[in-house]
C-alpha cells in the first residue's frame, strides 16, 4: 500500500480497525494532508490504530485529552498503550478509570 491509500485500500482499512461511516471516518481528500485536515476533522495515522486506538473515543479518553490540552494526533503510541491498559484494567474490576488516578500512576 502507499502513502496514500486507494478508495479500495481505504475501505479494507475501514473494516480491518472497524471504522464506519457513522465514525465520521472519510477517504482523505487529495487537497488535504495527515497533519492539516479539514476543519472539523483530525489526521490519525493507520499505525495509531494498531497500538489500540479504537473509535469513537471513550469518555475516559475524551477527558484524557480534554484535561491535557491535546488532540488524538498527538498521541504517541506509548500514551495509548497507557491509557488503553488503565482503562481496560479499571473497567475488568468494575472500576470507572479516573482521570486523577491515572495521573496518580503514571
Known amino acids: ?10 475501505a479494507t482499512l475501514q ?23 479539514p476543519p472539523g476533522k483530525v489526521g490519525v495515522y493507520v499505525k495509531t490504530f494498531d497500538t489500540g ?10 477527558e484524557m485529552l480534554r484535561r491535557n490540552g491535546c488532540s488524538v494526533q498527538m498521541l504517541t503510541p506509548d500514551a495509548i498503550h497507557k491509557t488503553v491498559a488503565f482503562e481496560m484494567i479499571w473497567r475488568d474490576n468494575g472500576i470507572i478509570p479516573d482521570f486523577f488516578v491515572f495521573k496518580f500512576f503514571s
Open 1 to 10: 500500500m502507499s502513502l496514500i491509500p486507494s478508495s479500495s485500500e481505504f
Open 15 to 37: 473494516v480491518a480497525y472497524g471504522l464506519t461511516p457513522a465514525d465520521g471516518v472519510e477517504f482523505p481528500a487529495t487537497e488535504f494532508v495527515i497533519t492539516s485536515p
Open 53 to 62: 486506538l479504537q473509535l469513537p473515543l471513550t469518555d475516559f479518553q475524551e
